[in-house]
């Protein structure tokens, strides 16, 4: 093997559609991304936001460049719309992140029933959908040596058992790490590979309301094994090893992105000091 350092992480060349780019977790991806040198197409229902964050990635002068244009996951017709939109830019499809997703919290004995709709047809159906559809762009820059990737943005509320008000949208992340493995199984001999990253808590609009201000940030952090919330360079790294070819080898993983949160238990209930 003569691969210089950078060599594993490397994505010149390559184009990678990151949905919901233009803030949090997308557009830590997207900048990630950018700064492996990828194209990246950033899409969201708000171009504005979208050319706003892509404009912000390409006056940093980094290897990759960036696109934004408006996109929304949310419906059968938005979807096909996106799925031309990609077209119309790009023969071929190196990279999907499947980001895009909505959340509703409310009390258990509170909680609406259009909640399990709206949540579960973007954050589940749409994902499906989008990843249908832009199969034939990923089919065409598959190959043995390089597959294509299908990166899906689950979260570790579909890794524990706990709903914490936000029962719908737990229920759907859940459900986006078991579509993973079953797109994985029958995409790998395709030579796309589908794997999910499974995130905790970062700063973005989701979640805001809770590590949106210091006193919300020391104490979300607190419930963290690491003792912080996740940064920009946790989302990038993961995002340049699983698209690179350091990940080529990697498919049907769900990658935990939360400072160990997914194995936290509660303290040992034996063999503790009196």
Known sequence: MSLKPNDLFDLTGKVALVTGGATGIGRMAAEGLASAGARVLIASRKAEACEAASAEINAMDLPGSAEGFAG??????GIEALVQAVGQRTDKLDILMNNAGRTWGAPMGEFPYEAWTKVLGLNVSGMFHLTQLLLPLLRAAASPEAPAR???VGSVMGEIPKGQGAYSYATSKGAVHHMTRILANELTPEHITVNAIAPGPFM???MAFAIGHDEGRRKTAA????GRVGAEEDVAGVMQF???KGGAYVSG???PLSGGMQVATAKAAFLEDD
């Not at 929304?72 to 017709?77: I, L, N, Q, T, Y």
């Not at 419930?223 to 690491?226: C, D, G, N």
């Open 72 to 77: 929304d996951v949310g419906s059968e017709a």
């Open 150 to 152: 299908v990166v899906n």
């Open 204 to 206: 973005s609009k989701m």
């Open 223 to 226: 419930t963290v094994p690491l």
């Open 242 to 244: 699983l698209c690179g």
């Open 253 to 255: 993983a769900v990658i």
